[in-house]
């Protein structure tokens, strides 16, 4: 049995450890603790230095290539549109700053803007597969679009959206038909026009937002994707542009390139939150206009930076 003396023996002994520890903070390493302390403070204040004058550098670089991109902007893309038309898509989470200064480029490269269009998150949501289905059957069959047999709801909804904003004989005038699919649409909360469309476009320019890691994301991706490409199809060129994040792992971009399918059909241009991939979504769409489709941008694009750039 522990005696009550083992107690007073055990307490007292704890007691005593107290009070070297404490003596010996308070004396003989208290230095060592303190010298300690200061080198690690000055450290970390020397790296947040290091650090904010990259940052600043970073953000000066930044401010220098928009500059030269909006300065040689007009030099660069001067006429190179004249006599286009081009439908702007805008899906979700997709900077609307990015768009409005990519559609100021292209009225300033002599394009005329016929319509902007936006794609709600419902239509990436899987829960809403089976709305898609039959929406885009019945509105087939409605509007006496001619689509293909085995096509899924989702490219029946690119077939549909192309020729309600798009045309691939050159821009044709906002019909009956047009104003029907997207009146469809726009009830389902499926893709909504942003104002009344002035006609139907030779180009659509897509700008995505940046990548999602999340399962849905990955799953909006492959829907979006799969109405991207009979978009594509459906009118006479389309390229879809985004930010740098959007050509990494989930994003919309990367997923498109990855795709040999889609690559073929659609032209893609990371980089729009920059000036100068601004510029190159611009350069991108006369590219397209004359029959060429390329990746281009800063990351992992195959064709290089632009178009005439050398390939990595």
């Known amino acids: 049995m522990i005696s009550f003396r083992y107690h007073i023996v055990s307490i007292v002994s704890v007691f005593l450890a107290l009070a070297v520890g404490i003596a010996l903070g308070g004396g003989p390493l208290k230095g060592e603790v303190d010298t300690s302390l200061v080198k690690e403070l000055a450290t970390r204040k020397t790296e947040l230095a290091a ?13 220098f290539d928009d500059s030269y991109a909006a300065t040689s902007a007009n030099a660069v893309l001067r006429k190179k549109l004249a006599g286009k038309s081009v439908a702007l898509v805008t899906l979700p989470d997709a900077d609307h700053g990015a768009g409005a200064e990519i559609s100021t480029l292209i009225q300033n490269a002599g394009g005329r803007i016929t319509g902007s269009f936006s794609i709600g998150s419902k239509l990436g949501k899987v829960a809403n597969r089976q709305l898609v289905e039959e929406l885009t059957s019945q509105m087939a069959t409605s509007t006496k679009v001619a689509v293909a047999s085995d096509a899924t709801g989702y490219e029946r909804l690119g077939e549909l959206m192309g020729r309600a904003i798009g045309s691939k004989t050159g821009g044709s005038a906002y019909d ?15 893709v909504t026009a942003d104002g009344q469309p002035s006609g139907r ?78 510029v190159v979504a611009v350069l991108a769409l006369v590219e397209r206009a004359g029959g060429t489709i390329g990746q281009w941008g800063a990351v992992d694009a195959q064709d290089g930076t632009m178009p005439g750039a050398p390939k990595p």
């Open 51 to 63: 650090q904010a004058n990259q940052l600043a550098a970073l953000r000066a670089s930044t401010k």
């Open 176 to 190: 009956a038909t047009a104003d029907s699919i997207m009146s469809g649409l726009s009830t389902a909360g499926l």
């Open 201 to 278: 476009a030779d180009l659509v320019l897509v700008l995505a937002g940046p990548a999602d890691r999340s399962d849905l994301g990955g799953a909006a991706n492959t829907i979006i994707s799969q109405v991207l490409g009979s978009l594509a199809t459906s009118t006479d060129g389309l390229v879809l542009t985004g930010p740098a994040g959007s050509a990494k792992d989930g994003g919309l971009l990367k997923v498109t390139r990855d795709d040999v399918s889609l690559e073929r059909i659609i032209s893609t241009v990371d980089s729009a939150d920059s000036g100068a991939g601004q």
